[in-house]
């Protein structure tokens, strides 16, 4: 059966480029982490590299958000994928040359961060504008497919190219990726809303979004949630050390590591796809983060390969029903008008947590090793799982009926 969205023509060319840029994304991912830990031996140089992606996502993102809804979402979105390529391919060139070092690893991951905060807004927000009312859970459900079907062919590949040559090649399929992007980006045929011009870019029109947030009890709650689960739970920056160290896996283990999580939250993400929305979703969303926390925590403490695989599996998979679940409330809730600023505080959360996160894992793990890292953060994020189950209108939030009208535009 073709997921509702898939029929959708423009949404499935969306998706198709969107997952073919991602896997190169991912090359680059596995390529710098392990390159870093190579050159070092630490995992608080690995850490820093998600310090050098949170510091330009967390200061530009809500800038991204007033672009989203100033202007033309796919022509801001087609000069993001531009620049994210001039990148790419410095790093294609440098790595030839034999001239790599962690600072040019730090500023190549500070840029593409800067970069991917000014387009997550717009890519966002763009896909109510593809699809309708009744298609939307399907398409926010595919779109965390695109990234797990990236983040399963992605760092798998890579982490055989890396066994067999070196990072260069891997920067190398990042590079020609982008191009798939923008060819897809050229081949939309919907219109969308034009933006409110540069006049929207104001701190007034910053102050709407951020207040839009504040006033709704449980998409903040959500949005907390998530941060903390990211902060504390997520031990992805962790896997170059459980790769060599732990497991004795050596590069191509690294990939089985990220390709595991991806495959998890994969399965669950095509499950969810051919669901309508939900009337109740908070309870779906505190049982999704609570499973995470659960198996990341028997994650922590394995020494058996197929088992942690199976655990990042599940993990994913549990954290993907969130993650589905909180999109879906997000985009039902937020007028159009509003929705790339309101995505672009989003953003600050699911980008912030993760990238913060890898630096708190990996100062963690310096410390005190990468297994208290991961447990540690696995129990702190239950903890956070029943603060927020506390909280009334989070247990019963119920979405409006009206599952087949569609999404309003400006």
Known sequence: MVPLAFRNRNFALFWGGLALSATGSQFTTVAMAWQIYQLTDSPLEIGLLGLSRAVPTLAILLFGGLLADAFDRRKLLLTVQLGQLVISGSLVVLSHAGAITPPMLYAASALLALFSALETPSRQAIVPNLVSREEL??????????????????????????????????????????????????????????????????????????????????????????????LFGNPRALFPVFARDILGMGAAGLGLLYAASSAGALLGAVGLSGMRTMRRPGIGVLSGVAFYALTICIFAVSTSVWLSALMLGLSAAGNTLSTVLRGTVNQLLTPDDLRGRVTSVNSLFTNGGPQLGQFESGL???????????????????????????????RHFELPGRETERIPSR
């Open 364 to 394: 963690v793990a310096e410390l005190w090793g990468a297994e208290v890292s991961a447990l540690s953060g696995g129990l702190a994020t239950l903890v956070l799982v029943g603060a927020v189950a506390m909280v009334p209108a989070v």
């Open 137 to 230: 859970t399907s398409a926010l459900a595919l779109n965390s497919t695109q990234r797990n079907v990236a983040s399963i062919a992605g760092p798998s590949i890579a982490g055989l190219l890396l066994a067999f040559s070196d990072p260069a090649w891997c920067y190398t399929v990042d590079a020609c990726s982008w191009f798939v992007m923008i060819g897809a980006l050229l081949m939309l045929r919907v219109p969308l809303p034009p933006g409110r011009g540069r006049g929207a870019i104001s701190l007034t029109s910053l102050r709407e979004g951020l207040g839009f947030v504040l006033t709704h009890p449980v998409i903040l709650c959500f949005m907390c949630l998530d941060f903390g689960a990211t």
